[in-house]
């Protein structure tokens, strides 16, 4: 298995990256190869080349890609669907012809139907209309899922498709405009607690429901299925569990302190009413993730406190 080979881990600077990277290091992994943007554009297929021509890694975690919650999808729908083909395309591809033993393809719960049956198995992939606000993003991810498969069948390639479900942890993005609701919601409830402000504002009607995973718990589980997974299926990793992004909101309000109103703005989208994952494939392979909520993102701020901190010092 792996802990010889060179691993490659395409986005280390990302949420899931920068996790994969301290999940690697802290299990003594030494041969990582890592790339910044800067030194390897991977929406470039001359630049991905020359890197799998000269590098020749052994095994590859993608977890490069373009991110963001609903209201990033939403406006950036070129983006979101033309950079992740061709960042997935360039490194899958490569990877195949450069001889990767095993590469890893990262993609979301948000390639399954809107109305999917939940919790969603792996078997709704395509069985019904997708969220108009991320089907760029999704089908992008599909495409991914579905090369994934065809090299396997047509070249015998080892790459294995692993859908998590909404993730957070240290390393997300804070960005208001581009970031997912754990993150915006942690930072829009500090900095009110802060000013002792007298409300928060949260998207949408609070009704829907998502499901969070901490992302060091993805890490680990996507080493566990490096090792113990070899199937042209996806599959699913989650907590198990959801909660509206009404009970997140209070949630984050205790963490961080605020004792003011939470007033809900309809004007903005809901999304997909509902996404728990059905993670008992995974779990019949002998994995199950282990950091709760609350301890999550109690977690989760001291590492955004740490960060303002630094960012002051
Ligand atoms: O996390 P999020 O942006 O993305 O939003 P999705 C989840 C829910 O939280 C939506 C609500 O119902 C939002 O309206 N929400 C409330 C907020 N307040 C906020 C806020 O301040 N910021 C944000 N961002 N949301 C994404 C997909 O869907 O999930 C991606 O767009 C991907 O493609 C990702 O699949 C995991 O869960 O709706």
Known sequence: ????????????????????????????????????????????QNEVEAFFAAERPDYVFLA?????????????PADFL??????????????????????????????????????????????GPLEPTNQWYAIAKIAGIKLCQALRRQHGFDAI????????????????????VLPALMRK??????????????????TPRREFLHVDDLADACLFLMRHYEDEEPINVGWGQDATIRELAYLMAD??????????????????????LDTSKLEALGWTPRIPLRAGIEETYRWYLASLQGLRD
């Open 255 to 276: 963490v961080t302190g605020f004792e003011g109103r939470i007033v809900f703005d309809e004007t903005k989208p809901d999304g997909t009413p509902r996404k728990l």
């Open 82 to 127: 033309r950079d992740n083909l061709q960042i997935q395309t360039n490194v899958i591809d490569a990877a195949q012809r450069h001889g990767v033993r095993k590469l890893m393809f990262l993609g979301s719960s948000c390639i399954y139907p809107r109305l999917a049956p939940q919790p969603m198995p792996e078997e709704s992939l395509l069985t």
């Open 64 to 76: 490069a890609a373009r991110v963001g919650g609903i209201h990033a999808n939403d406006s950036y």
């Open 161 to 180: 498709s692993v859908m998590p479900t909404n993730l957070y942890g240290p390393g997300d993005n804070f960005d208001l405009e581009t970031s997912h």
């Open 1 to 44: 298995m792996y802990p010889e080979g060179l691993v490659y881990v395409a986005g280390h600077r990302g949420l899931v990256g920068g996790a994969l990277v301290r999940k690697l290091q802290a299990d003594g992994y030494q041969r990582l190869l890592l790339r910044e943007r800067g030194e390897l554009d991977l929406t470039r």
């Open 189 to 206: 409830f500090h900095e009110a607690a802060q000013a002792e402000a007298p409300e928060v504002v949260v998207w949408g009607s609070g």
